[in-house]
């Protein structure tokens, strides 16, 4: 599961503003939120690009990479 949904909420966009500002549509950003389709490099960095550039502390890690439970 990845958290591109939470960050943009954080910077307060719509799906639709999300998608415009990465040059896509806001069903294809929608479908990196749900996992439905899976981003390549390029789109990652798009994404990265989009919500840090609205004000987002983001980082690939902090976005795709979940914290292991403490166990």
């Not at 949904?5 to 943009?8: F, G, L, N, T, W």
């Not at 939120?33 to 439905?36: C, F, K, S, V, W």
């Given at each position: 599961m990845n958290k591109i949904?939470?960050?943009?909420k954080q910077v307060?966009?719509?799906q639709s503003q999300a998608g415009e500002l990465a040059g896509w549509g806001q069903?294809?950003?929608s479908s990196y939120?749900?996992?439905?389709r899976t981003p390549d490099?390029?789109?990652i960095k798009k994404i990265l690009a989009?919500?840090?550039g609205c004000g987002a502390d983001v980082s690939f890690?902090?976005?795709?990479?979940?914290?292991?439970?403490?166990?």
């Open positions: 949904a939470d960050y943009r307060a966009l719509t069903s294809r950003w939120e749900t996992g439905a490099a390029d789109d989009v919500l840090a890690e902090t976005l795709f990479i979940e914290e292991a439970s403490a166990a």
